[in-house]
């Protein structure tokens, strides 16, 4: 089952529709000749970097040395468990090398999303995501320069703990991570926040627990149920977290769930997408016509596009929003949960590039 979701994760990777500047590896390959690996300069700050990067069948990838030869790291690596654990800042990364992917596991999370990984003239290569996903970074594609730029980003003051549920019946497994938060100034704000992940959590197990009685009778084989999630947004006094999850009870395939919350740190308000784009009252027919057009290609068989619900699923990226759709709502089950990133600055051209919150 394991490796069936790293599956799943790719496939939702290839199809997924978000043409943004951090996804720097999608912007890059339009330079680049993507059939075989290229060089690619990558800086810090406007700064050249010693290591450089590459582009392979359609995905930037780093050095793994980049990480302690110019971010300055710490790192230890295993070459009997083909492991490699890096220290940045309270954070504790330990990575495994797999054949062609690298899982993570983040202060005791094990991340649902693997890394492509490249292994080209004995070094170890992993996907740039890894780091602007875990490191606090952004990386954007510069045309001007041909080159991918890494920013640091100053993330929120708060230290992320894992929590894990594992949970066994006649008729089904359950297993669940979620997120718990420490170092809030306010204590309870911090354990408002706190609560709703758990009771999430909570809720999942009390529902598959529910929904599987009886299964192994009638099936003869326990249900699987998973869930996790993927912070993706950590900066500015609010979190953007979203939560997965994996339903197999049978059949090719499991049914994939998706979720998620933007926080405000500062405050506990958990923001609807009308909380965050209503100064224009028009937001609603931009992101329509963008995802009419990018979406047309994608769509199922005789299935139209109809426009985002009253309460649209959403979840803060980098300086803007991202609008996303359930599988089979629209597109077929290969192309996992279509995604739609819009900037706040196209979407709310009077604030002058400053944030809603």
Request: glycine share 6%; charged share 20%.
């Given at each position: 089952?394991?490796?069936?979701?790293?599956?799943?994760?790719?496939?939702?990777?290839?199809?997924?529709?978000?043409?943004?500047?951090?996804?720097?590896?999608?912007?890059?390959?339009?330079?680049?000749?993507?059939?075989?690996?290229?060089?690619?300069?990558?800086?810090?700050?406007?700064?050249?970097?010693?290591?450089?990067?590459?582009?392979?069948?359609?995905?930037?990838?780093?050095?793994?040395?980049?990480?302690?030869?110019?971010?300055?790291?710490?790192?230890?690596?295993?070459?009997?468990?083909?492991?490699?654990?890096?220290?940045?800042?309270?954070?504790?990364?330990?990575?495994?090398?797999?054949?062609?992917?690298?899982?993570?596991?983040?202060?005791?999370?094990?991340?649902?999303?693997?890394?492509?990984?490249?292994?080209?003239?004995?070094?170890?290569?992993?996907?740039?995501?890894?780091?602007?996903?875990?490191?606090?970074?952004?990386?954007?594609?510069?045309?001007?320069?041909?080159?991918?730029?890494?920013?640091?980003?100053?993330?929120?003051?708060?230290?992320?703990?894992?929590?894990?549920?594992?949970?066994?019946?006649?008729?089904?497994?359950?297993?669940?991570?979620?997120?718990?938060?420490?170092?809030?100034?306010?204590?309870?704000?911090?354990?408002?926040?706190?609560?709703?992940?758990?009771?999430?959590?909570?809720?999942?197990?009390?529902?598959?627990?529910?929904?599987?009685?009886?299964?192994?009778?009638?099936?003869?084989?326990?249900?699987?149920?998973?869930?996790?999630?993927?912070?993706?947004?950590?900066?500015?006094?609010?979190?953007?977290?979203?939560?997965?999850?994996?339903?197999?009870?049978?059949?090719?395939?499991?049914?994939?769930?998706?979720?998620?919350?933007?926080?405000?740190?500062?405050?506990?308000?958990?923001?609807?997408?009308?909380?965050?784009?209503?100064?224009n009252p028009n937001y609603k027919e931009m992101i329509n016509a963008k995802i009419k057009q990018e979406i047309k290609p994608l769509l199922m068989p005789d299935v139209e596009f109809n426009g985002i619900r009253e309460e649209p699923s959403f979840y803060v990226k980098?300086?803007?929003?991202?609008?996303?759709?359930?599988?089979?709502?629209?597109?077929?089950?290969?192309?996992?949960?279509?995604?739609?990133?819009?900037?706040?600055?196209?979407?709310?051209?009077?604030?002058?590039?400053?944030?809603?919150?």
């Amino acid at each position: 089952m394991k490796n069936w979701l790293r599956l799943l994760a790719l496939l939702v990777g290839c199809f997924t529709v978000l043409p943004h500047t951090s996804y720097a590896a999608t912007i890059a390959t339009q330079q680049q000749d993507t059939k075989l690996a290229s060089s690619i300069q990558l800086t810090l700050d406007g700064k050249p970097l010693i290591s450089k990067g590459i582009v392979k069948d359609g995905s930037t990838l780093v050095p793994l040395h980049l990480l302690s030869k110019d971010l300055n790291l710490e790192m230890d690596h295993n070459p009997a468990l083909k492991t490699v654990t890096i220290h940045p800042g309270d954070k504790k990364i330990v990575l495994k090398l797999e054949e062609e992917f690298v899982a993570a596991n983040v202060n005791g999370h094990d991340l649902w999303d693997s890394y492509e990984r490249v292994n080209m003239n004995g070094n170890n290569y992993v996907a740039l995501r890894f780091i602007t996903d875990n490191l606090g970074y952004r990386a954007a594609w510069n045309g001007k320069t041909k080159t991918v730029d890494l920013t640091k980003i100053q993330e929120n003051d708060v230290t992320w703990l894992n929590q894990k549920i594992d949970e066994s019946t006649k008729d089904a497994t359950i297993t669940v991570q979620y997120p718990q938060l420490s170092g809030l100034k306010d204590a309870g704000i911090q354990e408002q926040i706190n609560s709703l992940f758990e009771k999430e959590a909570k809720s999942y197990v009390a529902n598959a627990k529910e929904a599987s009685k009886g299964a192994y009778n009638d099936v003869g084989f326990q249900y699987e149920y998973t869930s996790n999630y993927d912070i993706k947004y950590n900066t500015n006094h609010v979190i953007s977290v979203i939560l997965w999850s994996n339903e197999y009870t049978g059949g090719a395939h499991g049914m994939p769930g998706q979720w998620s919350y933007t926080i405000n740190l500062e405050t506990g308000k958990v923001y609807k997408l009308d909380d965050l784009l209503a100064s224009n009252p028009n937001y609603k027919e931009m992101i329509n016509a963008k995802i009419k057009q990018e979406i047309k290609p994608l769509l199922m068989p005789d299935v139209e596009f109809n426009g985002i619900r009253e309460e649209p699923s959403f979840y803060v990226k980098d300086d803007g929003v991202v609008v996303y759709f359930g599988v089979y709502e629209y597109t077929p089950y290969a192309v996992g949960f279509p995604e739609f990133y819009m900037p706040f600055s196209t979407l709310l051209p009077d604030l002058h590039d400053k944030l809603p919150f």
